[in-house]
């Protein structure tokens, strides 16, 4: 099974203070056409979490449909949700099982939450299970060219606005840089009052004024 599109697509994350924001282009490709180019793949979870997905679409909507319906069974059993780090362990262990029994889900993943004790949190996680915490995170080919200015511009104390510019900018150098056609970026922010779905970042944003 190609692992193409693991790179083709592109996520990007930041954890700030004050709220963690987390963008996601919106393409979706079968070969060599564009299919849609309005794709969400930044679900929500909870009141409180998101998760952002790239990889194969089968994948993508078996896994995060699988994720949110165990979590509302979850809930509904116990009267409780779970907090944004028993999601990302739960979700590991859904990952880790496939690998072992040999059914792999080829897929990259961030998550980002709100916890009224732990404050704001993102979470990487690759098609191999892996997971970490990280202060911000990227994932595909356009992360590549985004990691730098990320690293450059981050500041645990960036405002809204300030983190949705330096999203910007990664969109902007993906956007003239990488050879493939990545047009539209959906962008939400989890805070403590929730999920905001922030204006999605396109050509036209640049050109704007």
């Not at 645990?156 to 970026?185: G, H, W």
Request: glycine content about 8%; overall charge negative; aromatic content about 10%.
């Amino acid at each position: 099974m190609s692992n193409t599109s693991l790179l083709f697509q592109c996520l990007l994350g930041i954890r700030c203070n004050d709220f963690t924001m987390i963008a996601a282009d919106q393409t979706n490709t079968q070969g060599v056409l564009i299919m849609k180019d309005d794709d969400d793949r930044l679900l929500e979870l909870a009141d409180k979490i998101v998760l952002g997905v790239n990889g194969t679409t089968g994948d993508m909507v078996q896994f995060t449909q699988f994720i949110a319906k165990n979590l509302r069974l979850y809930e509904m059993r116990n009267k409780y949700g779970l907090d944004s780090r028993a999601v990302v362990h739960f979700t590991r262990k859904i990952m880790a099982d496939g690998l072992r029994d040999g059914n792999p889900c080829l897929l990259n993943v961030l998550m980002a939450g709100y916890d009224d004790e732990l404050g704001s949190q993102l979470y990487s996680m690759d098609f191999l299970a892996s997971c970490v915490s990280v202060p911000f995170a990227v994932h595909g080919l356009g992360g590549f060219l985004s990691l730098s200015i990320i690293d450059n511009y981050y500041k645990p104390t960036l405002t809204e606005i300030e983190a949705y510019d330096v999203i910007k900018m990664c969109v902007s150098e993906i956007q003239s840089r990488l050879f493939l056609n990545l047009s539209n970026f959906g962008v939400k922010s989890v805070t403590k009052w929730g999920v905001k779905t922030l204006p999605t970042i396109n050509p036209s944003t640049f050109t704007s004024k």
